[in-house]
């Protein structure tokens, strides 16, 4: 598999998806282990309409004065469609955790899981923000 192939069809006509490795959950999510020496290579959903959301990494602290979206940008994306400069956003994004030092678990299981539900929501275009 190629890590980048050059879009199909314009980004004004694509959907987009966000996955990022910032640690970002819903509130009512179950936190990511960060205590785990291995790392935590498990990932959430996020609703492409969830407007609540946290994090859990070890150098990023949610606080009043952080700006999530410098991780992840869906606020960001929601104007771009807005603005026709993007066609529509994916129904569901995806967040995992950085910092996994033992990856096999992500590799085998978590990563090929989350690339089939990009393929089943017809994506055409995934923005990877690292953390």
């Known amino acids: 598999m190629q890590p980048f192939v050059r879009p199909e069809k314009p980004l004004k006509e694509s ?20 205590d785990d ?4 290579c ?3 959903e996020i609703p492409a309409s969830a407007d609540d959301l946290t994090w859990t990494h070890a150098y990023y602290r949610p606080d009043e004065g952080s700006d999530l ?17 993007v066609g529509c956003l994916s129904p569901r994004h995806f967040s995992f955790m950085g910092a996994i030092h033992h990856p096999a678990p992500l590799v085998d299981s ?3 899981e989350v690339a089939s539900k990009l393929v089943e929501d017809q994506v055409d275009i995934v923005l990877l923000t690292p953390s």
Do not use: W
Request: charged residues 20%; glycine residues 10%.
């Open 37 to 40: 020496p291995a790392g935590d």
């Open 15 to 34: 959907r987009l998806a966000l996955v990022t490795t910032g640690g970002v959950h819903l509130p009512e999510q179950p936190r990511f282990d960060i």
């Open 110 to 112: 978590t990563a090929p």
């Open 69 to 85: 979206d410098a991780v992840f940008p869906l606020q960001t994306l929601r104007g771009l469609v807005e603005d026709g400069l």
């Open 42 to 44: 498990s990932y959430r």
